[in-house]
């Protein structure tokens, strides 16, 4: 039983192309999160949704756009992909408040941009 | 410079060796600290927790936070092979949710049998 499941777990695209990648929870948090982890290993917060409203947007091309049709999913689109795109992308979940905010990752998709 | 700074290593012991894993940080409104585990091609899972200074154990593993000196470590007993992952720390100034979790790079470990 999966508790933050991601897919695909590979993604391997030309540059220009269009692509999603999905996220899903079963662990009943209300927060979910976008991070990318570049060729370096540096894990860097990219969107976090809380209840399906943005509450946190770091400094990401608008080319990428997340969606949160509920509290369990968190999709990531993103448009005209480049070859900087090219990372692990990990979605994760937590309890906004009234616990510690331990978030929960899944396996991350591997996107290389050719 | 860089909010959280970690050694990225590698880093490589033998099995049984005692591993020290550390991290600075230049924001003092850092109050929570975290250390996660990494294995190549997984997500990271959450090892320990700790507010702000103090020691924290759990088995093998003791987290150590000096805020006077913006330093936390993780310290790794009795090492084994299966220890052998990418270690990073996290922070964040408060406990909820739309605080984001601040990461250093990861410091990689390999414990030799």
């Known amino acids: 039983d999966t508790a933050v499941s991601q897919t695909p777990k590979y993604l391997v695209t030309q540059m220009g192309n269009d692509k999603s990648i999905k996220c899903e929870q079963n662990?009943?948090?209300?927060?979910m999160y976008w991070y990318k982890q570049d060729s370096k290993k540096f894990l860097k917060i990219m969107f976090s949704?809380?209840?399906?409203?943005?509450?946190i947007n770091e400094t990401v091309p608008n080319r990428f756009s997340p969606k949160s049709p509920d509290k369990a999913h968190l999709n990531l689109h993103i448009n005209s992909l480049e070859l900087g795109d090219s990372a692990v992308y990990f979605c994760?979940?937590?309890?906004?408040?009234?616990?510690?905010?331990?978030?929960?990752f899944g396996a991350g998709t591997r996107l290389s941009v050719l | 410079q860089k909010e959280v700074e970690q050694d990225p290593g590698p880093l490589s012991v033998p099995e049984g060796a005692i591993v020290s894993l550390n991290c600075t940080y230049s924001?003092?409104?850092?109050?929570?600290f975290m250390w996660y585990r990494q294995y190549s091609r997984k997500g990271p899972e959450l090892l320990m927790y700790?507010?702000?200074?103090g020691n924290k154990e759990d088995g093998r593993f003791t987290a150590q936070v000096d805020k006077s000196s913006k330093y936390i470590s993780l310290f790794i007993r009795d090492s084994q092979p299966s220890d052998s992952a990418t270690y990073l720390c996290?922070?964040?100034?408060?406990?909820?949710?739309?605080?984001?979790?601040?990461f250093g790079k990861g410091t990689r470990l390999s414990v030799i049998a």
């Open positions: 994760a979940s937590s309890q906004y408040l009234g616990t510690k905010n331990i978030q929960y």
């Open positions: 949704y809380n209840n399906k409203e943005l509450i």
């Open positions: 662990l009943g948090h209300d927060t």
């Open positions: 700790t507010y702000s200074s």
């Open positions: 996290a922070m964040s100034s408060r406990n909820s949710g739309n605080t984001p979790l601040v």
């Open positions: 924001n003092s409104a850092f109050q929570y």
